[in-house]
């Protein structure tokens, strides 16, 4: 296909591993929303450790090729570029929920006035669970405390104004204003710094939730100044299931003392954290929110990713992601027009690669053309009630990839 041809970045989908079916034949692979694909470097980069581990034993610590005491400052550069942020403000740590703890634990801090957390009415299961449980750990109640915003009635998608007042409308209440970069569901990429700054005018804390988001958009969280981000490493960032997370704590609480946090001896600034003082002195930064020494064979994979990530750059592959999924929107409205409803909003600033769509043709079969999509060879995923994913990913799918699916689409459409 021409535009394969012209694809500057199309180099890099041989250094993945693509996932073949039980007859050895490719399958068109559009689930990086979900788990991303297995650079091929990952092996090398975990034999690394075996290797050095086996050699060395402890003295790996510091006498390993990438030593494990500085392990996860070595992902710090290339995570801080693809947030937008400076090396300081971001450590590669645990994984999200439980950030989303800990970043809660320091910015969620309600009192008589405020006490409230305003979410979208969507969010992710497992941001609500985080929200309502932390609620109640401060003797709150989530059906006082937890407000929930919701789209227009018969939309899908949230609109900037509709938050932006809102968060205006609850100002002295809002303790806490938790948003995610791009919505799991619908794909929507919200407009970020205006409602960083809506929240901030009214005194709230603010934290992004990025799952969605890192790897896949380019994003400047300094200048925006959210409080925190957490995000996971599994979806567009390549580094497995279950990776080593991470998290963004802007530079003007990098040194409070003031904050509570829960500490752990990793958090400790380096240069004594080996001399066993009783008292806890934290690292200036996003890092004196560690708590434990990183799982070096967990974190090994995402060092191979975030070097792929360095060679293709954010900027190129955004612009490769826009072209990809504006070609998999135009395939779908044009040769499968009747069937499928796509809810991702159409312009490219209000959304990252990720299309999300209905089945309106024979929609009580929806979850069922979903499952005969996969027999077509297409990974896609379903979310109840009644969305399909697709994901074409810039770094390993093809402007082909894009074609294989919408034709895979409409042969489990007419099944
Ligand atoms: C938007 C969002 N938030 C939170 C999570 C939970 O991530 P973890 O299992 O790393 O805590 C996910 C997982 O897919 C997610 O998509």
């Known amino acids: 296909m021409a535009h394969d041809a012209a694809d500057p970045l199309a180099r890099f989908a041989a250094e993945f591993h693509h996932p073949y079916d039980g007859e050895g034949r490719k399958l068109t692979y559009l689930g990086g929303h979900s788990l991303g694909l297995q650079p091929k470097s990952v092996a090398q980069y975990i034999e690394q450790e075996l290797k050095d581990w086996r050699r060395l034993g402890v003295l790996g610590h510091v006498a390993a090729e990438r ?16 947030v937008g942020a400076d090396q300081n403000e971001v450590v590669a740590m645990n994984s999200l929920t439980i950030n989303l703890h800990l970043m809660m ?16 009415s969507s969010a992710f299961p497992s941001d609500r669970y985080a929200v309502v449980s932390q609620l109640k750990f401060h003797g709150l109640d989530a059906a006082r405390n937890l407000i929930e915003v919701e789209p227009r009635a018969g939309q899908r998608t949230l609109r900037t104004e509709d938050l932006i007042d809102r968060i205006a409308k609850e100002g002295s209440r809002l303790a806490l204003v938790l948003l995610p970069g791009v919505q799991y569901l619908t794909g929507q990429a919200l407009d970020l710094p205006p409602l960083i700054a809506a929240a ?15 790897g896949n958009m380019p994003m400047r969280l300094h200048d925006w100044n959210a409080d925190f981000a957490v995000w996971c490493s599994y979806k567009y960032l390549n580094a497995g299931p279950g990776a080593v ?23 400790h600034k380096r240069h004594s954290r080996f001399l066993f003082e009783q008292t806890f002195d934290p690292s200036g930064g996003a890092q004196g929110w560690q708590i ?82 996969e027999l077509c060879g297409v990974i ?35 099944a």
């Open 245 to 267: 997370g991470g998290c963004f704590v802007h530079e003007r609480h990098g040194r409070r003392s003031d904050l509570p946090r829960f500490a752990g001896w990793w958090g």
């Open 67 to 82: 030593p494990w005491i500085g392990y996860h400052e070595v992902a710090a550069a290339a995570l801080a570029e693809l």
């Open 200 to 214: 901030r005018r009214v005194g709230a804390a603010v934290g992004i939730d990025l799952a969605h988001s890192i």
């Open 105 to 120: 634990v320091s910015f969620f801090r309600p009192d008589a006035q405020r006490d409230c957390v305003l979410i979208e």
């Open 292 to 373: 434990s020494n990183p799982p070096i064979l967990a974190a090994a994979p995402l060092l191979a990713s975030l070097e792929i990530f360095q060679r293709a750059g954010m900027h190129a592959l955004r612009e490769k992601s826009t072209a990809l999924t504006g070609f998999l929107q135009l395939l779908i409205e044009d040769l499968i027009p009747e069937s499928v409803q796509i809810i991702t909003p159409s312009l490219p600033e209000q959304r990252g690669c990720q299309l999300s769509m209905r089945i309106v043709r024979r929609a009580a079969e929806a979850k069922r053309c979903q499952e005969r999509l």
């Open 380 to 414: 896609g995923d379903w979310r109840e009630p009644d969305v399909l994913r697709l994901s074409p990913v810039p770094l390993y799918n093809s402007f082909s990839d894009v074609f294989a699916a919408v034709q895979g689409l409409s042969l489990a459409l007419d």
